[in-house]
């Protein structure tokens, strides 16, 4: 039997927060001043809620957790833009977050939606690690807060969090309801003590999981959609993306253009350039006929395809697509006129690129440290 966590005060919405400070005869306005604490004044502990009084701090460290991750590790790419965090769970179970700065003010947090993944994509290094739990909203939310404090204390800056992308360990739409519950809390607005992370700041990235984008096709947010294609065909995307035998292409397409016909927002489709396997022209010629199918209008295009060479994992045998390749496969979208970006790949030196998040502890040894 597993003793039950305790939930942090992370895991609480505003409503909960309300309630129990109802419950526990505290005036109303103490909600808000709590919420300020979390989301803006981001504390390391309960003891820095200051103008608390005393019993009612005892009262929250005994009821609840501050937070529930514990450092393990951090790791600072060479190039300085990119840091990641290995950091465990209440639980033992390990989960990474991911820093991105960018010329100018984008500030981006990559977080993790589940311990591990049951998607079992073949390149990515968390399929490769299997499932280990769905992460609590609590558990997502610190993620960005945790980002975000980095980011404030940081040497000579008080650097805000710009952008939000659950793009970390794990399958966000097979967590709906907890990723969901972590965006609402985050863009909470400001006069309410919130972090007020706008909507189109956060963006989710699905492998495709149909339910999941009907679903979300029904939010009010504007929280911006990824699909991870890899593939044009259904016989290469089993290979990649073994989900598509359940939710095949043809359905996948349908979803995603039912959702563009609905909110009329743009859509990026994610594909991983792997060298001689789906950096093809005809997998570019049957992209372009599926992105053709995706929108519901032929006038106006609302797919972006996002390519990135592939980063490597333990697991994989595939290699990044070569410069020349990339090239002939963006060349055959632009003539088609296709949005296309081919994203810089960052922070491979400390495994924090995309789809090589992975809790390497043994490796990286603890509580190691890179010099600021
Ligand atoms: N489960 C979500 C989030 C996963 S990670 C999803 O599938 O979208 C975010 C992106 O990184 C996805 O597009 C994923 O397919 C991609 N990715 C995974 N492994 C990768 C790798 N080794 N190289 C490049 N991109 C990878």
């Not at 984008?106 to 499932?131: P, Y």
């Not at 963006?203 to 947010?221: D, K, M, N, Q, Y």
Request: hydrophobic share 40%; glycine share 6%; with cysteine.
């Amino acid at each position: 039997m597993q003793t039950p966590i305790p939930l942090s005060l992370y895991d609480l919405t505003r409503e909960q927060m309300a309630h129990q400070l109802a419950e526990w005869g505290e005036p109303t306005f103490r909600a808000q001043q709590i919420w300020r604490w979390l989301y803006q004044r981001l504390v390391g502990s309960i003891d820095e809620m200051t103008d608390l009084p005393r019993p009612l701090r005892d009262r929250l460290k005994q009821t609840y957790a501050l937070g529930r991750l514990t450092i393990v590790t951090e790791q600072h790419s060479s190039d300085g833009w990119t840091r990641k965090w290995l950091f465990r769970l209440a639980d033992g179970s390990e989960i990474e977050t991911v820093l991105m700065e960018y010329d100018g003010l984008r500030r981006t947090a990559c977080v993790s939606s589940q311990a591990g993944c049951a998607m079992d994509c073949s390149f990515c290094a968390t399929g490769q690690m299997g499932f280990l739990r769905n992460l609590r909203s609590g558990e997502i939310v610190e993620q960005a807060l945790w980002v975000a404090r980095a980011l404030r204390t940081k040497a000579n800056s008080h650097e805000r969090l710009s952008n939000l992308v659950l793009m970390g360990m794990g399958e966000p739409f097979a967590n709906y309801n907890n990723i969901m519950e972590a965006a609402q809390r985050l863009m909470a607005p400001e006069d309410e003590g919130g972090f007020s992370l706008g909507a189109r700041k956060i963006t989710i990235s699905t492998v495709g999981l149909v339910p999941g984008i009907r679903r979300f096709a029904e939010e009010a947010a504007q929280i911006n959609l990824a699909v991870s294609l890899h593939a044009a065909t259904d016989a290469l995307r089993d290979q990649l993306v073994p989900i598509n035998r359940r939710y095949p292409l043809r359905e996948l397409v349908a979803a995603t253009r039912d959702y563009l016909r609905k909110t009329n927002r743009r859509v990026s489709y994610e594909w991983a350039l792997i060298d001689g396997v789906n950096d093809t022209v005809e997998q570019a010629r049957a992209l372009v006929e599926l992105v053709r199918q995706t929108n519901p209008r032929a006038s106006v295009n609302l797919v972006h395809v996002n390519l990135i060479p592939l980063n490597p994992t333990g697991g994989y045998a595939g290699h990044a697509s070569r410069r020349a390749r990339i090239q002939q496969f963006r060349d055959v979208l632009t003539q088609a006129g296709i949005p296309n970006t081919l994203r810089i790949r960052r922070g491979i030196d400390i495994s924090a690129g995309c789809g090589q998040l992975k809790a390497e502890t043994a490796q990286a040894g603890p509580e190691k440290q890179t010099s600021e």
